[in-house]
T-cell receptor
Framework: SQTIHQWPATLVQPVGSPLSLECTVEGTSNPNLYWYRQAAGRGLQLLFY??????ISSEVPQNLSASRPQDRQFILSSKKLLLSDSGFYLC???????????????FGPGTRLLVL | GENVEQHPSTLSVQEGDSAVIKCTYS??????FPWYKQELGKRPQLIID?????GEKKDQRIAVTLNKTAKHFSLHITETQPEDSAVYFC???????????FGPGTRLSVLP
């Protein structure tokens, strides 16, 4: 069965510091991968999605970036964090590109980020 | 692109009563409609989904109905229990997971 991991689970960082969040998926190949951010009490904001290694699409302009160095690894980064970057960061995966009937997204446990 | 609206934003019901959450979508190419439940501090989890080739799907106390002509779908929870309290998100996408868009969410509170 498929499993999705995220780390760290929680993170407290000062404004202006760098960020690296990691997401890995097990038990599947060629997944679509997604990064979402959820502010407290709010909905799911899609930040990035990837359909393959090195293929990243950005949904919103921001000081964040994403990379996919391996098929089942997705990394969210920032060079300098802002206060507004605080939130709950969720990674998700779904079936590979063009995979009919595999469109369901499954979420990782999330990383709670507090920028002070 | 796809746009998904969800109503109400908050809903309070007495334990044992039914709860209904409605979503509308804009893209007629959307064919897949999942519902997620997010408990406080946890990840969203899929609870039920429906594809455009059926009009209704049930799983114990939860059911989803779809009206493709009107472009809306609804989540029905019967005999609500306190553990049903959570935020519920609907979503819409096409069959290949492209243009997967979430609604803004509904906070359901089941009062004892």
């Amino acid at each position: 069965s498929q499993t999705i991991h995220q780390w760290p689970a929680t993170l407290v960082q000062p404004v202006g510091s760098p960020l690296s969040l990691e997401c890995t998926v097990e038990g599947t190949s060629n997944p679509n991968l997604y990064w979402y951010r959820q502010a407290a009490g709010r909905g799911l904001q899609l930040l990035f999605y990837s359909v393959g290694i090195g293929q990243i699409s950005s949904e919103v302009p921001q000081n964040l970036s994403a990379s996919r160095p391996q098929d089942r690894q997705f990394i969210l980064s920032s060079k300098k964090l802002l206060l507004s970057d605080s939130g709950f960061y969720l990674c998700a995966w779904s079936g590979g590109q063009g995979a009919l009937g595999q469109e369901t997204q499954y979420f990782g446990p999330g990383t709670r980020l507090l920028v002070l | 692109g796809e746009n998904v609206e969800q109503h109400p934003s908050t809903l309070s019901v007495q334990e044992g009563d039914s709860a209904v959450i409605k979503c509308t979508y804009s893209d007629s190419a959307s064919n897949y409609f999942p519902w997620y439940k997010q408990e406080l501090g946890k990840r969203p989890q899929l609870i039920i989904d429906i594809r455009s080739n059926v009009g209704e799907k049930k799983d114990q106390r939860i059911a989803v109905t779809l009206n493709k002509t009107a472009k809306h779908f609804s989540l029905h929870i019967t005999e609500t229990q306190p553990e049903d309290s959570a935020v519920y998100f609907c979503a819409a996408s096409n069959n290949y997971g492209q243009n997967f868009v979430f609604g803004p969410g509904t906070r359901l509170s089941v009062l004892p």
